[in-house]
C-alpha cells in the first residue's frame, strides 16, 4: 500500500512538472529541430559561405550541444521560481522536500536527455544524407556522437547540480539579510 502511494505521488508530481513546462518543452523541440536542420542552410544561404552545408551543421550543432548543458539549468530554476511564488505548495505537500525537488532536477534532466536524443538523430541523420565525410564509417560517426551526447548529458547535471547548490545558498542567504545578498 505504501509504495503505490509514493508511486503514485511521483507519477503526480511529474504530471505537474509537465503541466508547468509544457510550452516551454514544447518551444524548445521545435527550437532544436530549427536549429539543426533549418539554420546551416539558412546561413549557408545569406552569408554565402564557401563550405558546404555539412560544415556549417556541425558548428551550429556543436554550439546548440554545447547549449543543451544548460536547458537542464533553466527548467528546474523555472519550475523553482514558479514554485517560490508558492510557498503554501512547499508547506502543505505531503511529500518531502527531496520528493519536491527531486521531481523538479529529474523531469528537467530527462527532457535535456530527450532534446540531446532528438538533435543527436536529426544531426547524424541530415550528416548520413549530405553524405558529410565519406572517409568516417557509420559506426565511427554514430559512436562519436554518442559519446557527444553522453557527455553533454552528463556536464548538464552537473551544471544543474552546482547551480542547485548555489541557488540554495542564495536563498539562505536572502532570507537572512535581504536584498545585500545579491
Known sequence: MGKSIEHGSWKGLFQKEWALSKWEVITLV???VAVVLVLPAIISKVFDTPQDISES???IAGIWVVTHMFIGF???F???RHEM???DVWLHS???IFQLV???AIFAAFITAVLLLLGGVLLGISLFLTKANPLNSLTDGALGLVSVLIASFLI???VMAIGFFFWSIYQVLRSRIGSISV
Open 57 to 59: 551543421m556541425l558548428v
Open 30 to 32: 521545435f527550437l532544436n
Open 156 to 158: 548538464s547535471i552537473y
Open 78 to 80: 523555472s519550475s523553482l
Open 74 to 76: 533553466k527548467l528546474l
Open 94 to 96: 505531503p511529500g518531502s
Open 85 to 87: 511564488k508558492r510557498p
Open 102 to 104: 527531486g521531481a523538479k
